[in-house]
């Protein structure tokens, strides 16, 4: 079965971390672009992070760089998104899309079309 399976989401105090995990099955994740978009209620949604591992390459918008950072593991088919420092506002539904093409990574990779789509997972950062 082709899919994504997110998971590590959770409640934090401000200041503390999570970290996500994005696995797939069914396909190579190391061959993929794969970007992590979070939603949070009433507003749009908003592309966080982008990890192309066929060209090691990252991209993270001004709101969570210095804070944010991706990284894979090969063997475990997996794609992680460290979250530090979090604070309210990154309060929000969080999931991970694969894209099959290999894309460089900037602001302009959140439009693209992407081939799988994780479920989803809460964060909720609050006192």
């Known amino acids: 079965q082709v899919q994504l399976v997110e998971s590590g989401g959770g409640s934090v105090q401000p200041g503390e971390s999570l970290r996500l995990s994005c696995a797939a099955t069914g396909f190579p994740l190391d061959v993929y672009t794969v970007g992590w978009f979070r939603q949070a209620p009433g507003k749009e949604e908003e592309g966080v992070a982008c990890f192309s591992p066929a060209i090691i390459g990252t991209y993270y918008p001004d709101s969570v760089k210095g804070r944010f950072s991706v990284s894979g593991d090969n063997a475990r088919n997996t794609v992680y998104l460290q979250m530090n420092e979090l604070t309210p506002d990154d309060t929000a539904v969080y999931f991970c899309?694969?894209?099959?093409?290999?894309?460089?990574?900037?602001?302009?990779?959140?439009?693209?079309?992407?081939?799988?789509r994780s479920q989803g997972t809460q964060v909720t950062v609050s006192t």
């Open positions: 899309a694969a894209a099959r093409d290999r894309y460089y990574c900037s602001g302009a990779v959140f439009g693209v079309r992407y081939d799988h």
